[in-house]
């Protein structure tokens, strides 16, 4: 219980350092997050229910579903997240605007090797130049 106590108050710290960004944030992207989760709980829920299919007595474990729920909105959350990361500075009409960077995963596949690799990459400066 302690060790979950510990994943759950880690996660809610990287889903706070994640989402703060600087004055030009707009409610695309809180909705965006928000869809995503809605999504990720879905979807989290059908697997939870799956594996609750293959167990011994089903009525026994309903609470599958729930930890897949519960999975899949955190899933989700992250994903939204990451879709909508700011850079750490922007450069837009002369003026310099800064927020924390997000570490962004991507799976990149190489067509000869047939392997799909993580790569992960944050952006650290976008500008607009006249």
Do not use: C
Request: hydrophobic share 50%; no cysteine.
């Amino acid at each position: 219980m302690k060790r979950i106590r510990q994943i759950v108050a880690i996660m809610a710290l990287i889903t706070t350092l994640a989402s703060a960004s600087s004055s030009w944030a707009d409610d695309v992207s809180l909705r965006e997050v928000l869809r995503d989760a809605f999504y990720g709980a879905g979807v989290g829920a059908l697997v939870g229910g799956a594996l609750m299919v293959f167990t011994k007595k089903p009525a026994d474990h309903l609470d599958y579903i729930a930890y897949g729920a519960a999975s899949g909105i955190l899933a989700g959350t992250a994903y939204g997240l990451a879709k909508s990361a700011r850079p750490l500075a922007e450069i837009e009409n002369g003026k310099v605007k800064f927020a924390v960077p997000t570490i962004i995963p991507d799976l990149v596949e190489s067509p000869s090797t047939r392997q799909t690799t993580v790569m992960w990459h944050a952006k650290i400066l976008r500008g607009t130049f006249n």
